[in-house]
Structures are given as structure tokens and as C-alpha cells.
């Protein structure tokens, strides 16, 4: 790429603007908890949340990159609505179940037809 095309600080300038947007939880997506107390430390300490973006996660970290729940993608869920007679769509499961996943659909219809 021809060195006129290429902006030096624009790596550091994007880094400061989403440690901005961070910081005032502008497009936050997610809020990481942790509890920094040790069985070996006598005082317990209160946990931390951050708040953090699921893209700048996933990028730093393969880790958070592992975690995205390709099931829910619009690509598996029009693929299942297409070929899964007893289908249901992620925006019809109960909203504190756990995820389902489209793999275990049959599995739930036997379920529901031997209970």
C-alpha cells in the first residue's frame, strides 16, 4: 500500500476512542464481572464489573472470540426455519433459558412427545 495512504496515528486514535466509548459504556455490549478475592487473603474483596465491547473482545482474545453463539446467527436460524419442521426461532425461546441450539431440536420434540 503506497505510504500516502497510510495514516500512522489512526491505529492509537481508534484505541482512544473506544477507551472513550468505554468508559462512558457507549456501545458497551457486555459487562465482564470479576472477584479478584483469594482463599489465601483473609479479607474478602468486592468484585469488579467492566464494561467492555463484544468485537474489542473478541479481536484481543481467542478466548471471548470462541464464545459467539454461531446458533443464533441468521444464516443457521433461516437454515433451520427451512428444514426443521418443530423449528423454533432464538426470538421465541423463553428469555432466561439457557441458549438452545438448533442441533437439538429433534431432541427436544422427543421430549415433548414421551412427557
Request: aromatic share 10%.
Amino acid at each position: 500500500m503506497p505510504s500516502e495512504f497510510v495514516d500512522e496515528k489512526l491505529p492509537g486514535e481508534i484505541l482512544s476512542k473506544l477507551a472513550s466509548f468505554r468508559e462512558f459504556g457507549t456501545f458497551c455490549d457486555v459487562i465482564l464481572e470479576a472477584d479478584s478475592s483469594s482463599k489465601a487473603k483473609s479479607e474478602p474483596t468486592s468484585p469488579t464489573s467492566i464494561r467492555a465491547h463484544k468485537l474489542v473482545l473478541a479481536a484481543a482474545s481467542p478466548y471471548f472470540s470462541k464464545t459467539e453463539r454461531t446458533h443464533r446467527a441468521k444464516v443457521v436460524q433461516e437454515w433451520c426455519r427451512n428444514n426443521l419442521s418443530d423449528f423454533i426461532a432464538s426470538n421465541d425461546w423463553p428469555p432466561n433459558s439457557p441458549d438452545l441450539n438448533p442441533l437439538e431440536y429433534s431432541i427436544w420434540a422427543v421430549l415433548e412427545k414421551n412427557a
